[in-house]
């Protein structure tokens, strides 16, 4: 589903390092050029961003995102600003050292800094602490001069990388920088967009550094952004049609005290354009999943003859929610497996899987949270959220379909190692039932002929912007209901 270009590559660090390399050996732009481009681009993006803004405090690092520091001070000198730079250490390497040089060289003053070190005022912070060159958790002063950046009371721009973050994984292991805006230079770190990287960065620009894109071929990407136009891919409807034609999904769960999951999966299945969505539940439940939702039908999973009956007239499983892990949802899990049906399993569903793994049908989509992620992994969650591209990778190899890891920056990743990312959605849809629509979501775009890879992709991509729509400025509250109304206008691409 995706479609490649270089604004929406992901790369890892080492795929942006040797990017860079091939500009400097085959691309003939020398490091200092490079350099000079990503302060000339970061500065045109502060004024851009702060056009009153006339003093800076500027911080540098000993490395080259400290390098893009100085530049850019000097760039604000030559235009009148106020600069007052604060450097970590008594020395600079590599290009950066010229940089560092050229400041000192024309006048420029440098407060070197220490654990007592307080940060001038200034309308705007530029963070050149570190950028793609961090190897450990900053300690001592560059921890101070993280938290004294963090309690700064003007705008913080971070060059490249917002310092602190792990632009590879987006971890945090110590303190972080929380940027107003970050100007990333080359290509996108795929760290930016997930895990920790979604709350460090602010607004997010790209400046591709006037690298030519036969330079970067064959380097990655490791990853590709999932873009809002995608939203469209689903074909207009012609009008001679019937009901039949857009797939019978059959969601499966809903054990005592939880008729919850299967009605929100159910309407969701049916808000992105099922045709027909019929609940296997207890028969307790069945009076609450239709009663104001008559368009579900709901049946009592009863007994092995029930069961088998409802099967044989779905073309799509959704199975987990609130499905338990006791007999009842474990004999129906079972049974549904094994119907070789294209499947959707979330919740109960993956954690039956993890006890006991049968193979899955040949269109599966798992949609875990980092906790179920972690059972199925058989390691902690802390583990997952450590890497979480190699843990969407690893269970997808692991379990031969396609998976959706949940949580900030929703990954898709396929066993043959393809991996998607969606930039998109709310901590408003952190709250209970989102998953069950996510799972209903899949699973009505399956029922309507998508693989599932493009199913998967599509899904997470329209759940979250339909999440992003019904929560406006107020996603505190959000209800997973609250989607349903947003899911029918993005999934007909409604413009916002
Ligand atoms: N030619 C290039 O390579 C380009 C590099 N660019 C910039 O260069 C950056 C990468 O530069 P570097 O690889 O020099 O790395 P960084 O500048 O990100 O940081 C590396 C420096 O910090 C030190 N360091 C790392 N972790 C530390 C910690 N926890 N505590 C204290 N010190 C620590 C290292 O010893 C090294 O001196 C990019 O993010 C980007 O901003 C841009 O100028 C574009 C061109
Ligand atoms: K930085």
């Given at each position: 589903m995706p479609t490649s270009s270089r604004s929406t590559n992901l790369y890892t660090v080492e795929q942006v390092r040797r990017i860079d390399q091939a500009a400097i050996r085959e691309g003939g732009l020398p490091g200092t050029e490079l350099m000079q481009?990503?302060?000339?681009?970061?500065?045109?993006?502060?004024?851009?961003?702060?056009?009153?803004?006339?003093?800076?405090?500027?911080i540098a690092g000993s490395g080259n995102n400290g390098g893009d520091a100085f530049l850019l001070a000097r760039l604000a000198r030559e235009a009148q600003w106020q600069v007052q730079l604060v450097a970590l250490g008594e020395r600079s390497g590599g290009d950066a050292a010229a940089a560092r040089d050229a400041w000192i060289r024309e006048g420029g003053r440098i407060t070197v800094?220490?654990?007592?070190?307080?940060?001038?005022?200034?309308?705007?912070?530029?963070?050149?602490?570190?950028?793609?060159?961090?190897?450990?958790?900053?300690?001592?002063?560059?921890?101070?001069?993280?938290?004294?950046?963090?309690?700064?009371?003007?705008?913080?721009?971070a060059l490249d990388v917002p310092s602190g973050l792990d632009a590879d994984n987006g971890t945090a292991p110590g303190p972080v920088l929380r940027a107003d805006a970050t100007v990333s230079f080359v290509g996108w770190k795929r760290g930016l967009f997930t895990a920790d990287g979604v709350d460090c960065c602010g607004q997010l620009e790209l400046d591709l550094l006037g690298i030519p894109d036969p330079v970067c071929a064959g380097i990655g990407p490791d990853c590709e952004l999932l873009e809002a136009g995608f939203a469209n891919v689903l074909p207009p409807r012609i009008r001679n049609v019937n009901k039949g034609r857009f797939g019978h999904v059959l969601i499966i769960g809903g054990d005592i005290g939880m008729p919850g999951s299967v009605r929100l999966a159910g309407e969701a299945a049916l808000r992105v354009g099922a045709g027909l969505v019929s609940i296997a539940t207890r028969a307790q439940h069945i009076g609450a999943v239709v009663g104001d939702r008559p368009e579900l039908m709901a049946m009592a999973a009863d007994g092995p003859q029930s069961t088998e009956a409802m099967l044989a007239r779905a073309s799509v499983l959704a199975v987990g929610p609130g499905l338990g892990q006791g007999a009842w949802g474990h004999a129906l899990w079972d049974k549904a497996l094994r119907a070789g049906l294209p499947l959707v399993l979330d919740a109960d569903g993956l954690n039956l899987l993890a006890r006991q793994p049968l193979p899955l049908p040949a269109t599966t989509v798992l949609t875990p949270h980092p906790g179920e992620a972690a059972r199925l992994l058989g390691c902690d969650t802390a583990a997952i959220q450590a890497d979480r591209f190699a843990a969407a990778r690893a269970l997808a190899s692991r379990y031969a379909c396609v998976v959706v890891l949940k949580g900030a920056g929703s990954l898709v990743a396929a066993a043959d190692g393809r991996i998607a990312l969606c930039p998109f959605g709310n901590p408003g849809m952190a709250s209970a039932g989102m998953g069950d629509v996510l799972t209903g979501v899949v699973a009505g775009l399956l029922a309507q002929g998508l693989g599932a890879w493009d199913a998967a992709c599509l899904g997470t991509l329209v759940h979250a912007r339909a999440g992003d729509r019904a929560a406006g400025p107020r996603p505190r509250g959000m209800i997973a209901s609250d989607l349903f109304e947003a899911l029918r206008d993005v999934v007909n691409g409604s413009p916002s």
């Open positions: 481009r990503a302060a000339t681009a970061a500065f045109a993006a502060l004024r851009r961003i702060w056009p009153q803004a006339r003093t800076l405090t500027v800094a220490d654990m007592q070190t307080r940060l001038p005022d200034a309308d705007v912070l530029v963070d050149g602490l570190f950028g793609t060159g961090i190897a450990r958790a900053p300690e001592g002063v560059a921890a101070h001069l993280i938290e004294a950046m963090n309690a700064f009371r003007g705008g913080r721009l």
